[in-house]
């Protein structure tokens, strides 16, 4: 899975493949496929017609060919209206291409709700026939749930945990877009940067400055026992029964607006963290991130009169800790 936000350059990175597939001596963007894989199938569930033209003319550029001869092509899903077209339209050309990679630009479009357990079981069973019945490997996209850090929806989580690999692609302060493997079963975990080049009108590879590069997210940079850590240095403790919430000192329930939860966090992550961005924005970030699916805190209700419930990760099991009242 390649994890990106919206235009960072994931048609860029798909389009990299195909040349790769066409001529595996040209540059792509620090991406290499193996030589068994003579035919690939780019799916795009989000561009217009006329962009995937422009796509497959860049393609051609980048592999230095003048044709494809059906060994690598884009074919455009966002005129495809229902999943069920969809699905029909890429069974159709993997059983006409029969390739041995295909890549879906937009994995959530397979699904009504991203969030929905049983749609996102359902579009990943399908993606696994295909994968065996057709003898291939497929690379799905997804974007970060808005306003965080975080793969979309319970379909992102499910990719994320059920997938090979990932690459998360971010961007720096110059532009510049840096793709980092941040899963990978049996192999390292390399990066490689690229950024737009006006004089050939499209992506190549780059090399960052040091010096230049953005502090990376709060929750990217903290494993679980760190964030555990961070919570119980809040000041809370869970007695023997899970639910009560106490203060140390007070031994009484206790509740916090937000403002002053976002200082104590700021205040803990300066001390403890100095390698992470503190700012208000990134820890606003951190704060969503902690949120998302109720994993940390549980959020309930609207605002004004919206309650943030801490809760303690212990061997898969939530347990509250304290509440915040909005």
């Given at each position: 899975?390649?994890?990106?936000?919206?235009?960072?350059?994931?048609?860029?990175?798909?389009?990299?493949?195909?040349?790769?597939?066409?001529?595996?001596?040209?540059?792509?963007?620090?991406?290499?496929?193996?030589?068994?894989?003579?035919?690939?199938?780019?799916?795009?569930?989000?561009?217009?017609?006329?962009?995937?033209?422009?796509?497959?003319?860049?393609?051609?550029?980048?592999?230095?060919?003048?044709?494809?001869?059906?060994?690598?092509?884009?074919?455009?899903?966002?005129?495809?209206?229902?999943?069920?077209?969809?699905?029909?339209?890429?069974?159709?050309?993997?059983?006409?291409?029969?390739?041995?990679?295909?890549m879906i630009d937009g994995v959530a479009d397979l699904v009504l709700d991203?969030?929905?357990?049983?749609?996102?079981?359902?579009?990943?069973?399908?993606?696994?026939?295909?994968?065996?019945?057709?003898?291939?490997?497929?690379?799905?996209?997804?974007?970060?749930?808005?306003?965080?850090?975080?793969?979309?929806?319970?379909?992102?989580?499910?990719?994320?945990?059920?997938?090979?690999?990932?690459?998360?692609?971010?961007?720096?302060?110059?532009?510049?877009?840096?793709?980092?493997?941040?899963?990978?079963?049996?192999?390292?975990?390399?990066?490689?940067?690229?950024?737009?080049?006006?004089?050939?009108?499209?992506?190549?590879?780059?090399?960052?400055?040091?010096?230049?590069?953005?502090?990376?997210?709060?929750?990217?940079?903290?494993?679980?026992?760190?964030?555990?850590?961070?919570?119980?240095?809040?000041?809370?403790?869970?007695?023997?029964?899970?639910?009560?919430?106490?203060?140390?000192?007070?031994?009484?329930?206790?509740?916090?607006?937000?403002?002053?939860?976002?200082?104590?966090?700021?205040?803990?992550?300066?001390?403890?963290?100095?390698?992470?961005?503190?700012?208000?924005?990134?820890?606003?970030?951190?704060?969503?991130?902690?949120?998302?699916?109720?994993?940390?805190?549980?959020?309930?209700?609207?605002?004004?009169?919206?309650?943030?419930?801490?809760?303690?990760?212990?061997?898969?099991?939530?347990?509250?800790?304290?509440?915040?009242?909005?």
């Amino acid at each position: 899975m390649i994890q990106a936000p919206p235009g960072i350059g994931k048609s860029s990175i798909c389009e990299s493949i195909l040349s790769n597939v066409l001529n595996k001596d040209c540059e792509g963007l620090g991406l290499y496929v193996d030589k068994d894989v003579e035919r690939a199938v780019f799916f795009d569930c989000e561009r217009d017609l006329s962009l995937i033209d422009e796509s497959n003319e860049v393609m051609l550029k980048r592999a230095n060919i003048k044709e494809h001869n059906t060994k690598a092509i884009i074919v455009g899903l966002r005129e495809s209206f229902s999943i069920t077209e969809k699905k029909q339209r890429i069974i159709q050309v993997v059983e006409h291409i029969k390739p041995q990679l295909i890549m879906i630009d937009g994995v959530a479009d397979l699904v009504l709700d991203t969030n929905s357990i049983e749609q996102t079981n359902n579009a990943y069973l399908w993606l696994m026939e295909i994968i065996v019945k057709y003898d291939l490997s497929i690379i799905v996209t997804l974007h970060p749930n808005k306003g965080t850090t975080t793969a979309r929806g319970h379909i992102g989580s499910e990719m994320l945990r059920r997938c090979e690999g990932v690459i998360e692609v971010s961007e720096n302060i110059e532009g510049i877009r840096t793709m980092q493997v941040t899963k990978a079963r049996r192999s390292k975990k390399p990066k490689v940067s690229f950024k737009w080049d006006e004089d050939t009108q499209m992506m190549v590879s780059c090399d960052v400055k040091q010096g230049n590069t953005k502090k990376p997210s709060i929750m990217k940079s903290l494993n679980d026992y760190e964030i555990e850590q961070l919570k119980q240095a809040l000041g809370f403790e869970i007695k023997h029964k899970p639910g009560e919430i106490v203060d140390k000192k007070m031994r009484v329930p206790i509740k916090y607006k937000l403002d002053p939860i976002m200082i104590a966090l700021q205040k803990y992550l300066k001390e403890e963290h100095p390698q992470v961005n503190t700012g208000t924005n990134n820890v606003g970030i951190f704060l969503k991130d902690l949120c998302f699916e109720n994993k940390h805190i549980l959020k309930i209700g609207k605002s004004p009169t919206t309650t943030y419930v801490f809760q303690n990760i212990d061997e898969g099991d939530l347990i509250v800790k304290s509440e915040i009242i909005e």
